[in-house]
């Protein structure tokens, strides 16, 4: 399970299977949003992220929604028009988080769904290996 990190085990066990369909807990918009909360939740304990911000709300299970990481990974590289939106719609005045702040939510959005593209495709890379389909790998 190396590749399994302790965010995606949280996310299993607070599952409605728990220790089923794993590889999809790890790829799926479905739970996506959950395990880029559990993340900040790690910065937040660490005080790595939203310093002096009330963020009770982003404590809750599934506050987190998958659409938020589009929206602000959607925002243009520098500005946080989006992510703003988002953190308010969190319940997080957006005038009380810094740019700094902004960009490193946007890392942690963008570092789950380009592992969760990976992965997906390392899975149809299998599938098409596995049916041997040569002139596609």
Same mark, same amino acid.
């Given at each position: 399970?190396?590749?399994?990190? *302790?965010?995606? &085990?949280?996310?299993?066990?607070?599952?409605?299977?728990? $220790?089923?369909?794993?590889?999809? =807990?790890?790829?799926?918009?479905?739970?996506? $949003?959950?395990?880029?909360?559990?993340?900040?939740?790690? &910065?937040? =304990?660490?005080?790595?992220?939203?310093?002096?911000?009330?963020?009770?709300?982003?404590?809750? *299970?599934?506050?987190?929604?998958?659409?938020?990481?589009?929206?602000?990974?959607?925002?243009?590289?520098?500005?946080?028009?989006?992510?703003?939106?988002?953190?308010?719609?969190?319940?997080?005045?957006?005038?009380?988080?810094?740019?700094?702040? !902004?960009?490193?939510?946007?890392?942690? !959005?963008?570092?789950?769904?380009?592992?969760?593209?990976?992965?997906?495709?390392?899975?149809?890379?299998?599938?098409?290996?596995?049916?041997?389909? *040569?002139?596609?790998?």
């Amino acid at each position: 399970n190396f590749i399994k990190t *302790k965010w995606d &085990l949280a996310v299993d066990e607070m599952s409605v299977n728990p $220790g089923k369909q794993t590889f999809e =807990k790890m790829i799926s918009g479905m739970y996506m $949003g959950e395990l880029i909360r559990q993340v900040l939740v790690d &910065l937040m =304990k660490d005080d790595l992220i939203f310093i002096g911000v009330d963020r009770e709300r982003l404590l809750e *299970k599934g506050s987190f929604f998958t659409r938020y990481a589009s929206e602000i990974e959607s925002d243009p590289v520098g500005d946080y028009t989006r992510t703003r939106q988002a953190l308010e719609e969190l319940g997080i005045d957006p005038e009380e988080v810094s740019d700094d702040d !902004c960009s490193a939510l946007r890392y942690v !959005c963008e570092s789950v769904s380009r592992r969760a593209s990976m992965m997906a495709s390392a899975g149809i890379t299998a599938l098409l290996k596995k049916m041997d389909y *040569k002139d596609v790998v």
